[in-house]
């Protein structure tokens, strides 16, 4: 009898937990979307046909327009807009009105029974003149105009002020403008048309979308939230120390090698220098206290002032004439010679230089710069 049990046992275990299963996964908070180009809808949101009640936060609840081609929100006392971006992170959203009027809606603002608010508000008047009122070159809100009347939109405190005092000028209302970025300068008149930014405070959300969690509701809770699904972040602490290990020992041999290399270079320049590598060497205060080391003396490769002066000089006439006579030009500056220029020939054999030119080059060389013999002294 107890043999017949089991198996039947175990098939209702087998039965209740696909049901429990079956349950589990009808309650999974799974993305939704209204239209190919929409944006991807997630906690707190949620769209009221595609996801279940827990899957959003209260105040957040969406739905797809009659088409399924475009997300819809609507908000108390003001009405519906359509949803143009949702950055989850951020926690902030962008709103913008379906019927193609969003001044109108303005109009009517409230987000006091709202989760929302805005992200950079500036305070537009809005005005109500004749149509034959034309100044400042004024942009018009064209679907709030009429045949009979035109109506402004200004941040401007001078346009304010004039727009005031015009007889053509009515004052309508000032508005607390949710705008996409603030205007460091009034604006003088706009037609509202780009979307409002809009942000919310709860719930906190944004730490968890930051770290790639999914952020939703704890189980028998309506306000309280959890964040599960962080995906691990970096590697497991074993392969941490593999690595470390792997990299550090490399890493540390190739120190050692370089510091090795360091020293024998060092060491080879200091030996040429000084004949041989003390095997110990200064402190630094040792060194502080030792003088300095005298300069190399500089080897003197020309002939010395006396043996140059004693090398004949000549000034040149006005027929210019040398002993050489297609010699015209000094070799070393390469200029031809002038009347009255003094000039110095080098005994052996008579060539003939600029005075200044060959005196600067035998200081520095024992030879002649056109022949390389060595001159000898003149008697």
Known sequence: MGKNQTPLFSTVLIILSLSLQASADSQICRNAVCGQDEPLIRFPFRIRT?????????????????TNQ???????????FTIRGIDY??????LNDPDGCLPKKILSLDFSRTPFSGVYDQNFTFFNCSSDYIKYSLNPIACLCGDNFTVFATSSPRVYNSLSLSPSCRYVKSVAVPVQWPFF????SSDLGDDLRLKWDTPRCGRCEFRGGRCGLKANSTD????????????????????????????????????????????????????????????ISQQASMPEPLPN???????????IESYPKIVLGESRRLPKPNDSTCPICLLDYQAKETLRTIPECNHCFHAACIDEWLHLNASCPVCRNRPMPAP
């Open 185 to 188: 300068e009034q604006v003088l």
């Open 297 to 307: 003396p500089r080897l003197v490769m020309g002939l010395n002032g006396a043996v």
């Open 50 to 66: 595609l996801q279940p009640n827990p899957c959003g936060y209260p105040g957040f609840d969406l739905s797809c327009d009659p």
């Open 224 to 283: 309280e939230i959890e964040c599960t699904d962080i995906p691990r972040q970096g590697i497991p602490r074993a392969a941490r120390y593999a690595i470390t290990v792997g990299m550090g020992i490399p890493a540390l041999l190739c120190l050692i090698s370089l510091v090795c290399f360091v020293c024998s270079k060092v060491k080879s320049s200091y030996a040429r220098r000084w004949g041989s590598f003390p095997a110990n060497l200064p402190t």
């Open 70 to 80: 475009t997300t819809v929100i609507e908000l108390p006392n003001t009405g519906n």
């Open 89 to 94: 992170a951020e926690q902030e959203v962008w």
